[in-house]
């Protein structure tokens, strides 16, 4: 049986918290018309950052101007909302270019995404909730109708739905590079270690 058909409440494990896992819980929890439990199993302390925005140099910046990211697309001046309550755009006058358009501190998305899924955690129309898990998924097996979600920390966890976003693989080199030339000593293979 489909428990969204049928009204009752709804169980969605989301494996990753960054950008993608948060964007995809934001938006469910808004639109959807009956309850739903979102879990977002991420093992970062924050859900919303990844490894795109969790970044701390002040240096590291978005790639495009503020008004070209969001969330909702139903809500384009969100993320400007935010950043004039946060004091953002006060905080850091470097962040506008030459022609005005503003481009943020990773950082500082990274906290707007986190924000955003905290305020609409437990503040849904339906009762719908988004909660984080802090943890590793380590495998996914369905099992008399449910999915069930192994864990590193918290065992097996069962689901209606699941949702992979786990982003990018582990950065390695690839053709035309041979399998020894990561020991050059000015070849970075992996710039995230």
């Not at 990211?69 to 905080?91: F, N, Q, S």
């Not at 437990?122 to 097996?141: F, K, L, P, W």
Request: one cysteine or more.
């Amino acid at each position: 049986t489909d428990p969204v058909a049928e009204g009752s409440s709804y169980d969605i494990l989301v494996i990753g918290g960054g950008y993608t896992g948060a964007t995809f819980a934001v938006q469910f929890v808004r639109t959807c018309s009956v309850p739903v439990e979102i879990r977002i199993i991420e093992p970062r302390e924050e859900v919303g950052r990844g490894l795109a925005y969790s970044a701390t140099d002040p240096d590291h910046r978005l790639n495009g101007a503020l008004e070209s990211h969001m969330i909702d697309l139903t809500r384009p001046d969100e993320l400007r909302r935010w950043c004039v309550a946060d004091g953002v755009l006060k905080r850091d006058p470097d962040g506008r270019g030459p022609a005005g358009h503003v481009f943020l501190r990773r950082s500082d998305f990274g906290a707007f995404m986190s924000a955003t899924v905290r305020s609409e955690a437990d503040g849904s129309r339906t009762g719908s909730t988004i909660a984080h898990v802090r943890d590793t998924a380590t495998a996914i097996e369905r099992h008399d109708g449910l999915y069930l979600v192994h864990t590193r920390q918290h065992g097996p966890l069962s689901a209606d739905l699941v949702v992979v976003a786990t982003g990018n693989p582990t950065p390695a080199l690839r053709p035309p590079f041979t399998a020894t030339a990561h020991l050059h000593p000015a070849i970075v293979a992996n710039p995230l270690l």
